[in-house]
């Protein structure tokens, strides 16, 4: 019994990755066409996302599936008939599409067992870390994975349609960039702190990395209001 | 070495992060051959702090 309510709770850990990602889809493809909220596809909408955002609590699995796919699904669809006269901006599609991506992979990764799943019944506590996660990593996953967020926020202040989609792909793109460079010099604090003390040198490290920070969101937003 | 290797990637990730910013801005100003400009500088410093992070883990 305590192994079937473990079981449950990991599958719904699991399921709130496809809750972001089918959210992340529905803020950017449904969204928008939700205008009047008194009329049906505004409706279908609305309940689309409503089934997807409780289909963690849900007790029964099966249900729970049925709202992070059948329903949420079956109301964007609705949605997309009733307001199919209205046209969509350009980057919204674009970002639509790779948000319905998302989507998929996250519910395609359910089929796959984890990895403590696999084979014998293990208690978790058994698979604690020997070495504890290093600040420095975290703090510059966060500072990269900041910068990258307000770059594509700060994408749409460009307002001409003809620039627009490549204002978003260079934020795109500069996002990746940044992202995958900042995740590998996290790699490098975390095989610092488990393989050697810290030196004083590193606290240049740490200087330099508030400069990620500092210079890009202040260089960009602060010269946008001025 | 090392050091300097890590300090000058982060530098061109600064640089990266900055000329993307400032290339939306100049578009946002209509300056579009500028912007693309500093989009290319962006790419480039991104790039320049790949390749010195892949000669930190060969060295």
Redesign the interface.
Known sequence: MQQTASTRRRERYRLIVVVVAGLYAWSVSVLPLLDDLSTWPALCGLGAALALSVSPFVPNRRLSLYGALHIFLAGCLLCWWGARERATLNPWSAYAALGWIAYTLALGSLTTPERGEQGSQLRPQMFRPRVQPSKAAALCIGSGLL?TIA?NI??F????PE?LM??HL??L??GL??L???V??AE?FQQKAQFGPYGS?VW??FI??L??VS???V??WA??IG | MERFILISAIASLVLCTGAAFWSIRLWTEGQDLRGLYFFAVSLVAGALANQLLKAREIG
């Open positions: 910068a770059l700060y994408s202040q460009v307002s001409r620039l490549l204002a260079a934020a793109a500069t960039i940044v995958k460079q900042t590998l010099l490098y040198g240049w490290l330099a990395l400069l990620l210079g890009g969101l260089s960009g010269t946008a």
